[in-house]
């Protein structure tokens, strides 16, 4: 390992200085001791930012670690003239930094475990914008697998958007969705029913033929659901559906 940062000094004279105030009020050398929570709210704070800032656990486990060696040199020369007393300072702190590495670590992936929550929610709503294609008429490209979590993310986000274009139609295009099967058809249809109690009407559009076939041969009953081949014919029944002449995009 290579040498200390300035900041990891920082944290180490820190450490070292929470450390000393635990011990001399704690009464039993313990990391669950009182006088210890403020090491270990400032050990978890370092953990949730290592975290954050993409160090791997091993690299924050061995940073942990590496208190050991910061304070034999000291209690060495502490207790330079009884070796007894030396050795079982540094075993008492030692245990310490042992115990304290695994609240660490848990503190460490409960941080990681919620940047990667952060990240699949702005995941999720890259994955589904919703898209004013004209007036009256918001479009939503799918892509990618649709569960149970994204499909009702699905829902919010275009509910949301129905409502705030005042929509009248919306378009869900599943052209980029690789599996359409029971599971998803249900999901649209929730979709379509949700819509229409804010007076929208839904269109869906990109079934592949594969994906028809599917459909039909599990006996699943589209029919209450408008759908189209493509997007182009979407919109053109979008615009049918407002009343509009389509002209040319048919």
Not at 100 to 120: G, M, P, S
Not at 224 to 236: E, K, V
Request: proline content about 4%; overall charge neutral.
């Amino acid at each position: 390992m290579g040498s200390p940062s300035e900041t990891d000094h920082l944290h180490m004279v820190a450490f070292l200085d929470r450390l000393t105030l635990g011990l001399q009020h704690a009464a039993a050398p313990v990391i669950e001791d009182a006088a210890f929570a403020g090491l270990r709210g400032f050990m978890a704070e370092i953990a949730g930012a290592r975290a954050r800032d993409g160090f791997y656990p091993s690299a924050t486990a061995a940073f942990v670690m590496s208190f050991k060696t910061a304070f034999i040199p000291i209690l060495s020369a502490e207790y330079s003239g009884s070796p007894e007393r030396c050795q079982s300072e540094i075993k008492t702190l030692g245990d310490i930094v042992d115990q304290l590495a695994f609240l660490t670590f848990d503190a460490y992936a409960t941080a990681r475990e919620q940047v990667i929550t952060r990240q699949n929610q702005a995941m999720l709503v890259l994955s589904t914008p919703t898209l004013r294609i004209w007036n009256q008429v918001v479009m939503m490209p799918l892509v990618g697998i649709i569960d149970t979590r994204r499909a009702q993310d699905i829902m919010e986000q275009l509910l949301m958007a129905i409502s705030r274009d005042e929509a009248k139609v919306a378009i869900l295009d599943v052209t980029a969705v690789p599996i359409i099967d029971t599971r998803v058809a249900l999901h649209l249809t929730k979709v379509v029913a949700a819509a229409r109690l804010l007076g929208a009407e839904v269109i869906v559009t990109g079934f592949s033929p594969e994906a028809a076939q599917t459909l039909v041969k599990l006996d699943i009953d589209l029919s209450r659901i408008r759908t189209r081949g493509t997007l182009r014919a979407g919109l053109a029944e979008a615009l049918r559906f407002l009343g509009l002449r389509v002209g040319a995009i048919t």
